[in-house]
């Protein structure tokens, strides 16, 4: 070799995440000085703000020096490590090998993340993508060398949020056990860092704001019609009617950053997407009041989708002004969601569930009905606004779910 | 209902034939006064006669040919090779004779041909072989190869009462080691396949012994994974509307043959899934056959030849990893 072993050796830099980001942290390398990597394999974990994820190899070769530890935040195009493409003499500083002039390490490969268009699929994968319109690039595989398997992409097919209505919610009480002795853990451990961010976010908002909630009974026949014909999620109705809502009360759609309330004039919505176990996260959907129903089921789609398979970017979970969170599809018909700080409400979407009701026709006489009732509660800070707003608002809601055609 | 091993099912076709209708008689090599090589009609020409349980010459040819003219006027023959092996020497008069009488001279013949076929007890090259694949190629011929004691008789009686020439397989190895319940009397097993065992993540397709391999190679759940196990039961019809159903399903396919692979039934039954099932499929079609060898006497090395369910457990598992 004549030239410097540096001019060939290979940066492994902090990427850029979004464009509003401009720094972010190691949270664990997953090779050593020393270790050979392939190209694309995972060589450390990140976390910005909002999002973690997994920074892939630029290049494969051996890993000659790791110059950002575990913990410390860097900006946006530093360079954490160095790589030695294949057929470099690497510095005599890499350990720990001995051998004069041997340069491998201990061997550390991974499947490496599959490439758009590099991948081929099975008949059946390709048939089932067609059906339910999916980006197979996006389903992670579990075949072998990652092959996306027919089992991969129905439980991509899976995550798509369940309908909004749902049969009754009642179930017999189970039978009470007999109180145990304390029996012995079967899981646990320190939380995960999604876990403690998510603590510190809620605690923060109650401490913050004077929060209150306020439900309204929605009949949800309309909704139930036009979504069985349209075919998208009853979310997306009330998102569509919300923002219908905001528009009498824009003091809905705000922040409130101490004693500093700003109105915004587009409606950034948040929906919260459980990712199971792991926790929740909040993406956006910008400008949401350009969107139709169908534009805005389309978005709750993708964003659900992309969070599911840790694809957002910060600039994804950033700028909401007004979020709904839709945990209905599990049965529940009540909550008092916490407020997603700095904002000033946050709308809670529960199970629709057949009641008795009683209608009045338009001669004034009343008859008993089965609808498709849902109840809608609105978490509101007292700081930012009054009860009167908000109960005028949900019937504004309510009122738009119930014009539905 | 009785249970009945699956040579006493076929044994209580015969007899419950033979006593429901005059025009069945059957015919073959020591069937009647010795009862069989395999005691299958094992006191029969005391009950029904000589002219009813005919012993004949050691010609096969000669005993399909006298089938094919009896049936041509009316009769309902029942034939038995003493080995499978040895409907070589008759192979003229099934094909050419029997199975192109309807399109020549719109003839039907009524003729069943049991079959005792297989491998598994050293019976070396000339008593082990599977040859039902020689006769799904020619047409006008239905072949059929049960894996139960049940089906054992209802697809005999079905056999016989079929106006076409049938090719009856009857696997040997199981004669008395297949035991089940059997209904009493005449019943008719229809000519389709059997879901043996219901399963969503890959099907194993298999016929007569091969279906046992097949739930035994299963039965330990191959790390929790949901196999299905079809019989197909009748090789000529093949049901292709069972196979694609499990394929649609499934996805992952291991077909079985105890016969040669060549041109086997299975290589049918792939070609087809090929075809018609191309787009449920989430891996290569994987066979397990014997290798194109005669079966060997020697016991290690027809072991090493014919499917066995370690060979048929490692295929599945590798499939299912793909």
Redo the contacts between chains.
């Keep these: 070799m004549s030239s410097s072993p540096t001019d060939t050796l290979v940066d492994v830099t902090m990427p850029q995440m979004g464009v509003s980001v401009a720094e972010g942290t190691v949270v664990a390398w997953r090779v050593e000085s020393g270790d050979r990597i392939e190209a694309e394999a995972t060589i450390c974990e990140i976390s910005t703000d909002k999002i973690d994820t997994e920074v892939p190899s630029p290049a494969s070769g051996v890993v000659t020096e790791i110059l950002v530890p575990i913990g410390e935040t860097v900006d946006v195009g530093t360079v954490m490590a160095r790589i030695a493409p294949a057929g470099v003499v690497v510095p005599a500083a890499a350990p720990p090998s001995s051998l004069d002039g041997e340069t491998v390490g201990q061997t550390r490969t991974e499947t490496p993340s599959p490439k758009n268009g590099h991948r081929r699929y099975s008949p059946v994968v390709q048939r089932i993508a067609a059906e339910h319109n999916i980006d197979l690039s996006q389903v992670p595989g579990t075949g072998r060398g990652g092959r996306v398997r027919k089992q991969d992409v129905l439980a991509f097919v899976d995550t798509d949020e369940p309908p909004l209505h749902i049969e009754s919610p009642y179930r017999p009480d189970p039978v009470p056990a007999v109180a145990p002795a304390v029996a012995p853990a079967v899981g646990g451990g320190e939380l995960s860092r999604m876990r403690r961010q998510i603590g510190e976010h809620m605690k923060r908002s109650l401490e913050t704001a004077a929060t209150c909630t306020t439900w309204i009974e929605v009949d949800m026949s309309r909704v139930e019609a036009a979504r069985a014909r349209l075919g998208v999620t009853g979310l997306a109705f009330v998102a569509r009617a919300s923002i219908d809502a905001i528009r009498e009360y824009p003091a809905i759609n705000a922040w409130l950053e101490g004693d500093r309330y700003t109105q915004h004039p587009d409606v950034n919505l948040g929906i919260a997407v459980s990712l199971g176990d792991d926790g929740l996260i909040v993406p956006v959907i910008p400008r949401a009041q350009e969107l139709s129903v169908e534009g805005i089921a389309a978005r709750v789609r993708d964003i659900a989708r992309r969070a599911r398979s840790r694809q957002l970017t910060p600039d994804d979970v950033q700028g909401g002004t007004f979020t709904i969170t839709n945990p209905g599809q599990y049965g529940s018909i009540m909550a008092t969601p916490i407020i997603n700080q700095p904002q000033v409400a946050i709308l809670d979407s529960e199970a629709v569930i057949k009641r008795p009701v009683v209608i009045t026709d338009a001669d004034g006489n009343d008859s008993i009905a089965i609808r498709p009732i849902m109840i809608l509660g609105l978490s509101w800070d007292h700081r930012a606004l009054d009860g009167a707003l908000a109960a005028q608002f949900l019937a504004a809601v309510k009122r738009n779910l119930e014009a539905v055609s | 209902m009785p249970t009945l091993t699956y040579l006493q099912a076929i044994s209580s076709a015969l007899r419950d034939e033979l006593r429901a209708d005059d025009r069945v008689v059957l015919m073959g090599e020591d069937i009647g006064t010795f009862g069989g090589a395999f005691k299958v009609t094992d006191g029969f020409i005391d009950e029904f006669g000589p002219d009813r349980v005919m012993d004949t010459p050691l010609a096969e040819s000669g005993i399909i040919g006298t089938a094919v003219g009896a049936a041509v006027v009316g009769m309902r023959p029942v034939c038995e090779m003493q080995f499978s092996d040895f409907i070589s020497c008759g192979f003229d008069q099934l094909v050419n004779v029997a199975g192109k009488m309807h399109y020549r001279q719109g003839l039907a013949v009524p003729i069943t041909v049991r079959l005792p076929s297989g491998g598994g007890f050293s019976g070396g090259p000339f008593h082990s072989q599977n040859p039902e694949a020689w006769f799904m190629h020619s047409p006008g011929i239905k072949v059929v190869a049960p894996s139960t004691a049940e089906d054992a008789k209802g697809l005999l009686h079905a056999a016989i009462r079929d106006p076409n020439p049938v090719c009856y397989m009857e696997h040997k190895h199981l004669y008395r080691r297949v035991k089940g319940e059997v209904p009493s009397g005449v019943f008719e097993t229809p000519f389709t396949a059997r879901v043996a065992q219901a399963g969503s993540?890959l099907v194993v397709i298999a016929y007569g012994a091969m279906v046992h391999t097949a739930l035994e190679a299963v039965s330990d759940g191959l790390d929790g994974a949901s196999v299905e196990v079809l019989d197909l039961r009748s090789l000529v019809p093949l049901d292709e509307e069972a196979i694609l159903d499990s394929v649609e399903r499934c996805?992952?396919v291991v077909i079985i043959d105890e016969a040669n692979s060549t041109c086997a039934a299975g290589a049918q039954v792939a070609a087809l899934i090929a075809e018609k099932g191309?787009?449920?499929?989430?891996?290569p079609v994987v066979r397990v056959a014997t290798p194109d060898v005669p079966i060997p006497f020697s016991p290690p090395l027809e072991a090493a030849v014919l499917p066995g369910v370690d060979r048929v457990r490692e295929a599945c598992r590798e499939l299912l990893?793909?």
Aim: hydrophobic residues 25%; without cysteine.
């Design positions: 993540d996805s992952k191309f787009e449920s499929l989430d891996g990893a793909y």
